[in-house]
């Protein structure tokens, strides 16, 4: 069975500073990981997937996660952050080879100006 | 490339109704999927399609939820009849490749009262 926990259910930086999103999955197989952001009333974008290839994974909106073996972990970070970041982010890990999805609970991510 | 479609957006319904939710998949995409979002938690599978045929309905509360996907196109999911704790966010997704990601439509909302 796989799993994911996403620590800290909410979090909140200013505007220009580093956004660091916490997250660590179970898995017995090889997993595939992804972020995927949710904007109020919208469906899931995906942000960034680690499908084996590259542990560091550049994704859209300058975001990238860091896939970590040894600590089972897939963290979601950006430098800077900017007012249009604000919103629900989900990690989620699948079996390669299957798309079908476990998600984390979700962290809201709020931007202080 | 259109993407994955759901209607309605929005619903309420009063308890022991029933409710039917529409979706259509990003053309030439086998994999369906019926995910249920409760409010401040990740979305859960509810259901997964290949083509018209059910791959894993494991979590579906099969006394009250009922899916098909008829012709491996459009999918509809009902609840009869729907309880108070069947208020939530429904997400169909599609995908074409199972080593890719899948789509998400922009969900339904569903209260009911």
């Known amino acids: 069975a796989q799993s994911v926990t996403q620590l800290g259910s909410h979090v909140s930086v200013s505007e220009g500073a580093l956004v660091l999103l916490r997250c660590n999955y179970s898995s017995s197989v090889p997993p595939y990981l992804f972020w995927y952001v949710q904007y109020p009333n919208q469906g899931l974008q995906l942000l960034l997937k680690y499908t084996s290839a590259a542990t560091l994974v550049k994704g859209i909106n300058g975001f990238e996660a860091e896939f970590k073996k040894s600590e089972t972990s897939f963290h979601l970070t950006k430098p800077s952050a900017h007012m249009s970041d604000a919103a629900e982010y989900f990690c989620a890990v699948s079996e390669a080879g299957n798309e079908k999805l476990t998600f984390g609970t979700g962290t809201r991510l709020t931007i202080i100006p | 490339e259109a993407g994955v479609a759901q209607s309605p957006r929005y619903k309420i319904i009063e308890k022991r109704q029933s409710v039917a939710f529409w979706c259509n998949p990003i053309?030439?995409?086998?994999?369906l999927y019926w995910y249920q979002q409760i409010l401040g938690q990740g979305p859960k599978l509810l259901i997964q399609?290949?083509?018209?045929?059910?791959?894993?309905d494991s979590q579906l509360p099969k006394d009250r939820f009922s899916a098909e996907r008829l012709k491996g196109v459009d999918s509809t999911l009902k609840i009869q009849p729907a309880k108070l704790e069947d208020s939530a966010v429904y997400l169909c997704a599609s995908g074409g490749d199972p080593n890719t990601e899948a789509f998400f439509g922009q969900g339904t909302r569903l209260t009911v009262v």
């Open positions: 053309s030439g995409h086998a994999t």
């Open positions: 399609f290949q083509n018209n045929g059910v791959v894993d």
